[in-house]
């Protein structure tokens, strides 16, 4: 039987912990404060950022909400960033994404001061990350880390596959494991033969978008499965880039989707806004 690697749980404990540390803080007179933006009203971004605000009540750090228009220029929506920056009560700064066509992701990003950049998305945060200093750490690969070091699943001198290379997952995914001793390759959609590289890892982490892509024949006998996508199917049901049907009996640990990945990176927030403090 396979290891069902619990995002539930290890979340919860993860959220206990920073609950914790937020309590011990305002012992001494230290409160934390997180700035979320969310500019237009995407329902997608409207569940993610009302869910990073619920997260923030619970474990006692205090939310900022800017709720901007759409139509909202880049240089008004740069200047709130400024302002925050300067706000010595802001500890940290989100902005959800996607944002409208009109403004620049990036210009945005390189606004935030690193140091509040809890989302680990700023260049100087990317940088750190590669040359092995400290940061803020991309959310949703660094709970995958989380995820595999709490269930006993050791990354050192295993093989280490990420399929996929963004910026926001799978990059970062492949400099944590490295920072963790793995041997890391990383495949995406031009990879010639994936089935054939895929099979090589002991540690797999597939992060490429398309629903229930990889199956048995992607995976080696006894191979950890890490599943970062989440989609719904023709029946409303959510599944993941990974057919955990299909590999179930194959793996040695897999996380299931719901219930693995996803609740990880609402978690690693919260430990960001705290760690950011600490850095
Ligand atoms: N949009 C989708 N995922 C994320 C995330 O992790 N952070 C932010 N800021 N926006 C997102």
Known sequence: MALLI????ISAEIKEETKAKVAALKEQGREITLAVIQVGNDPASSVYVGNKKKACEYVGIRSLSYELEETISEEELLELIVKLNKDDTVDGILVQLPLPKHINEDKVIETIDSKKDVDGFHPMNVGALSIGRKGMISCTPYGVIQLLKRSGIEIEGKECVVVGRSNIVGKPMSLLLLRENGTVTVAHSRTKDLKEVTKRADILVVAIG??????????????????????????????????????????????????????????????????????
């Open 6 to 9: 619990d995002g539930k749980k």
């Open 210 to 279: 398309k629903p229930k892509f990889i199956t048995a024949e992607y995976v080696k006998e006894g191979a950890v499965v890490i599943d970062v996508g989440i989609h719904r199917n023709e029946n409303n049901k959510l599944c993941g880039d990974v057919d955990f049907d299909d590999v179930v009996d194959k793996v040695s640990a897999i996380t299931p989707v719901p219930g693995g990945v996803g609740p990880m990176t609402i978690a690693m927030l919260m430990n960001n806004c705290v760690e950011g403090v600490t850095l």
